[in-house]
């Protein structure tokens, strides 16, 4: 076995730097599992328990195995963690320690590095590919919680598995409040589903450090003005998974909206509107929604996401889906970073995109919600799987007056871009057989064949049969 220079001072400054930890955090930071999870209340001592533990790991680590600590941005997760870093190095004297606050790393005596990582889009995710990591600590987990099957799966987990002196691969700890619904990887992950992950949960209770904590659970409560069931109060004090539907921003339920597409469903006889989010930093998103002309009942029949695309990627995949579902119209924010798309798609393929309604977001919310509440608008599960992630995970923020601006809402907005100016609403059911609007000979027949040939007319002329 392989003796490391300085092994005396490494054992002892680790036994320093973890001496603080109470008991719920040591289990946690002392685990042998390759993958943590950790789900405390607020002022349960999370905060605490990551820095001690990056440091630790960072004494064995070489250069090219940093020990990360990450959040949604690497800005939260200097805010969140810098300063007791800082304060552990001054609180236990640390020598030959180095901060640098410009490149957001510590590095200590040995070469051994703590680095500072934002998560904020996929992007950063398969940033971590290129890195070796020895252990890794990632915050606040629930606010990119769409990013972490493929952070996890496809980037930092093989990365991982790539320490040479670490047989078994290095560490991913994933801390944070548990998500607004029971749904999704992080809740997976910390209730079991997902095997691999040894789960840690405490609330203040435990946290020897924090005086009188039943005074300041009562005092929150009463403040509230919530009961110990409150949704809020589980998840955000207490730490546990509860769903709060009344903290999500639209109210869609799975099995109320979400089923197989009827049997009757025909792309050639279905009105279609195709409703698209553009993004160059953030996520592209198209979603088309569908009805059946004697029905005002809609459907959401295929969504998709893609980063990282030029505007003449983006207009040749919504002209595919054009050509595919042949739309009534297309919509699209035509608006800041949306416009080059748009002229994009205009110029390249001669698709006359109409501008999304934007004004009286919230109105338009509350009206959708109640076509999700009534069960008027449903999505075909396969097809829809990047909304149904967003849809059933998207909260509001504190105030309550938009959507919290940490998650994911692309598919969401293209929804709404689609449904706005669809007409399901207006459709008409078919006449009874035997009365005078079945007859094709009568002046209601020949007035609605009549209007049936002007739609067809006033068709781009892509779309005319």
């Known amino acids: 076995m392989r003796v490391e220079a300085g092994t005396d001072e490494r054992l002892r400054v680790s036994a320093a730097v973890l001496g603080g930890l109470f008991d719920k955090q040591r289990a946690a930071v002392l685990s042998t599992s390759k993958r943590i999870a950790a789900h405390p209340g607020r002022r349960g001592g999370k905060s605490a328990a990551i820095p001690p533990a990056a440091f630790a790991a960072a004494l064995w680590a070489g250069r090219i195995n940093p020990v990360i600590i990450g959040a949604e941005h690497r800005e939260t997760a200097v805010a969140l963690h810098w300063g007791n870093c800082q304060a552990l190095l001054q609180d236990l004297g640390l020598t030959g320690w180095r901060s640098d606050s410009a490149k957001a790393q510590i590095t200590t005596p040995y070469g ?26 990632f915050d606040e987990v629930a606010s990119y919680a769409h990013l972490l099957e493929g952070m996890v799966d496809d980037d930092i987990g093989p990365a991982l598995g790539d320490v040479r002196h670490l047989p078994r691969g290095g560490r991913l700890f994933l801390w944070g409040t548990p998500s607004h619904t029971r749904v999704g990887y992080w809740f997976e992950a910390c209730c079991g589903i997902r095997r691999e992950w040894e789960v840690h949960h405490w609330d203040v209770r435990d946290n020897p450090h924090y005086h009188d ?48 597409l009827p049997d009757d469903y ?77 002229e994009q798609i205009r110029r390249r393929h001669g698709i006359p995109m109409e501008p999304a309604e934007k004004a009286e977001k919230l109105a338009h919310i509350r009206l959708i919600n109640a076509d999700l ?34 998650y994911p809402n692309h598919a969401c907005d293209a929804l709404l871009y689609a449904w706005r100016r669809h007409t399901a609403f207006s459709n008409q059911r078919p006449p009874e057989p035997g009365s005078r609007l079945s007859d094709p000979s009568s002046p209601e027949a020949i007035a609605r064949e009549y209007a049936r040939y002007q739609r067809e007319q006033d068709r781009a002329w892509w779309d005319r049969d």
């Open 112 to 137: 051994g590095i703590i680095q500072f990582w934002g998560m904020k889009d996929k992007r950063s995710s398969i940033l971590l590919r290129g890195y070796q990591p020895y252990e890794a600590h």
């Open 213 to 260: 904590p039943d005074g300041f659970l009562r005092e929150t409560l009463e403040r509230h003005g919530w009961d110990e069931t409150h949704p809020t109060y589980q998840r955000e004090y207490l730490g546990r998974f509860v769903d709060d539907a009344a903290a999500l921003v639209y109210r869609f339920d799975r099995l109320r909206n979400v089923a197989p």
């Open 266 to 342: 025909d792309p050639e006889r279905w009105i279609h509107v195709i409703g698209v989010d553009f993004g160059m930093v953030d996520e592209c998103a198209w979603v088309v929604i569908a009805s059946h002309p004697h029905s005002r009942d809609t459907w959401v029949v295929h969504v998709e996401k893609a980063a990282d695309l030029l505007t003449d990627a983006a207009a040749d995949r919504t002209a595919e889906l054009v050509e595919r579902y042949r739309p009534d119209a297309v919509v699209g924010d035509a608006g800041g970073l949306g416009k080059p798309y748009v």
């Open 373 to 406: 509440g009534t069960g008027r608008l449903r999505m075909a599960e396969m097809a829809c799987q990047a909304l149904i992630e967003e849809i059933s995970s998207l909260p509001w923020n504190e105030s309550r007056t938009r959507e919290d601006p940490r």
